[in-house]
């Protein structure tokens, strides 16, 4: 058995494309079907209830187009509303919190992880519980980062300004140097982290900054790769998979600005997916 229906993919904004990124690496028969809601991001920093209903909205619109199975690549919507999203769709949903909690608590060696992610994310602590119950003797410090996702929206990924955003962003996750020359650790002295997981699908296009920051000591990790291996499994356990000569399509959705969405994919994707028009929805709302 195949299905040749496309994949339905969805974020607040483009984060997600780093998602869908590796979906087209590991899956390259498949065809997809990405939807961001650029008019409405930031989700992070809005209450639960209004990241449920815009969540609801957008994946309406991808069920509409008849999607097998759907990645919310958006760590905000899977921490406030998966369960709601499952309850409502007849399709597989999966979510990016749990493959990048179980790579984080692989990865850890000295069993102490940091998170960085959105308010949002951070006050659900979805992270925290998803390490804990891969293995309950990781020790899990989560932080809030509010300013990243606006520069990554922006287009903004490189350069001194952002540089200096991030250090600040991940600095209460490690330690500094005082006067002294002393460590000063914001956590715990015995608390240093050896594994800092991106909880946002944003953060991976800053991923140069962020590593310069944290230092080689430091393995950074995200939930692209490890998400796009559970959708592998998903389809091949249901059968879901491509026909063996499939013809990819890739079809992008905005509800916000067209030419920024169509750089950033063109940034991400390269010269290979050029033929990628990005379509403008109306407003959800
Ligand atoms: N990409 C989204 C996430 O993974 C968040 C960005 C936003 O705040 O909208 O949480």
């Given at each position: ?7 339905g993919l969805?974020?607040?904004g483009?984060?997600g494309?780093t ?21 409405r ?19 309406d ?13 958006c ?7 998966l ?7 007849d ?5 990016v919190v ?23 994310t951070i006050r ?8 804990k ?15 990243l996702v606006?520069l990554?929206?922006?287009?903004l990924?490189h ?6 955003a ?11 140097r ?10 715990p ?14 953060y ?5 900054p ?13 939930s ?5 291996s ?10 879901l998979?491509?026909p ?21 994919a ?6 290979e ?12 709302a």
């Amino acid at each position: 058995m195949a299905d040749a229906r496309p994949i339905g993919l969805f974020d607040s904004g483009v984060g997600g494309l780093t998602v869908l990124r590796e979906v087209v690496r590991r899956l390259p028969r498949e065809s997809t079907i990405y939807l961001g809601d650029n008019g409405r991001a930031p989700y992070g920093t809005r209450p639960d209830d209004e990241v449920r209903r815009f969540s609801v909205e957008c994946l309406d619109e991808l069920s509409r187009r008849d999607v097998k199975a759907i990645v919310v690549a958006c760590n905000t919507t899977t921490s406030v509303a998966l369960p709601d999203l499952r309850r409502r769709y007849d399709v597989p949903i999966i979510g990016v919190v749990r493959p990048g909690a179980t790579a984080a608590a692989l990865a850890t060696r000295t069993r102490s992880v940091g998170v960085i992610a959105t308010p949002a994310t951070i006050r659900s602590h979805a992270y925290f519980q998803a390490i804990k119950d891969e293995n309950p003797f990781v020790e899990v410090y989560e932080h809030a980062t509010p300013e990243l996702v606006p520069l990554v929206e922006a287009g903004l990924l490189h350069g001194a300004d952002v540089d200096e955003a991030v250090r600040r962003a991940v600095a209460p996750l490690l330690g500094s140097r005082a006067a002294d020359g002393e460590w000063v650790f914001p956590l715990p002295s015995d608390a240093r982290i050896d594994t800092l997981l991106l909880g946002c699908t944003h953060y991976p296009l800053l991923v140069d900054p962020i590593r310069a920051a944290v230092g080689e000591g430091v393995a950074v990790i995200d939930s692209a790769s490890a998400t796009a291996s559970v959708l592998a499994e998903l389809l091949a356990v249901n059968e879901l998979g491509a026909p063996a000569d499939a013809q990819p399509v890739h079809l992008q959705y905005t509800t916000g600005d067209v030419a920024r969405f169509r750089a950033t994919a063109a940034a991400l994707f390269g010269a290979e997916f050029a033929t990628v028009e990005p379509v403008v929805v109306p407003e959800a709302a």
